[in-house]
């Protein structure tokens, strides 16, 4: 009898003395949108016979999960079945002891993951976990972050707004000793650009004016098209020297507007 499982899901690194030689997967690439949409009803009604702890796996590091057995079972009828929209893998599971067995969790792109615990080729009961990637993890405090500049220097221990300004300016002259702006725009894309501009900071010089980086806006204002970077109007209709006489930067706005 399989009928009742608790998956529970750890640290790679905590089992790494663990023998995994006897596991073994298989994957098929195939359209799974419906067995998905199939399952996810499922799981609506299935009652708290699996447990999977914790809901969520790291893309880099997935670690491996254990299946709690109620009762002994033949370990060779048993298996895991990991199955994505577009993606279906079943491993046979290794034994940590009589009551408990384990397979290393496969590598999934971020997004939920339907687990199927399966008796002798019959699916016992179905769990879903959820991978995630560093970046997901942190994007959210980003997205908290009012002043990405001020930003910029906690994280990067900056003492001031002018090294940032430095350091940005250093980079680009080394990157690229001439900057363009648009440099395979035709006028008539320019002049539509220009009234038409659905991004908050359609140029660099547009960045440099709301965060009053003096010294990056100075050499962007030397390079070739400055002149029509300055024309450019944002999605709020602003142009550069709008935006730095917005911001506060009176001394930035006055170089541009004698561009």
């Given at each position: 009898q399989c009928s009742h499982f608790a998956l529970f899901i750890s640290g790679y690194q905590t089992f790494s003395d663990i023998n995994l030689s006897d596991v073994r997967g298989t994957s098929e690439e195939r359209d799974l949108t419906?067995?998905?949409?199939?399952l996810s009803e499922k799981l609506?009604?299935?009652?708290q016979s699996v447990l999977v702890l914790p809901r969520r796996i790291s893309c880099e590091n997935p670690g491996e999960i254990f299946i709690l057995l109620k009762e002994e079972i033949d370990e060779e009828t048993l298996e895991i079945e990991f199955i994505t929209d577009n993606q279906q893998i079943?491993?046979?599971t290794a034994s940590w002891n009589k009551k408990v067995k384990y397979v290393k969790a496969p590598d999934f792109p971020a997004g939920p993951v339907y687990v199927n615990v399966?008796?002798?080729?019959?699916?016992?009961t179905?769990?879903?976990?959820?991978?995630?990637t560093a970046l997901e993890e942190i994007e959210p405090i980003l997205k908290k972050v009012a002043d990405p500049?001020?930003?910029?220097?906690q994280a990067l221990k900056f003492s001031s707004v002018?090294?940032?300004?430095?350091?940005?300016?250093?980079?680009?002259?080394?990157?690229?000793p001439t900057y363009e702006f648009s440099p395979f725009q035709s006028e008539e894309e320019h002049c539509h650009q220009a009234n038409n501009h659905l991004e908050e900071f359609p140029t660099l010089l547009h960045c440099a004016a709301r965060f009053g980086l003096k010294k990056l806006a100075a050499f962007l204002l030397s390079c070739p098209e400055a002149t029509r970077a300055c024309k450019i109007t944002n999605k709020y209709g602003?142009?550069?020297?709008?935006?730095?006489?917005k911001h506060g930067h009176k001394e930035l706005r006055k170089f541009i507007k004698e561009l």
């Open positions: 419906f067995k998905t949409d199939v609506e009604t299935n009652e079943r491993m046979q399966c008796c002798g080729g019959v699916i016992e179905t769990a879903q976990i959820e991978y995630y500049i001020a930003f910029a220097c002018e090294k940032v300004d430095n350091v940005l300016t250093s980079l680009l002259k080394n990157k690229i602003d142009d550069p020297e709008s935006i730095a006489k």
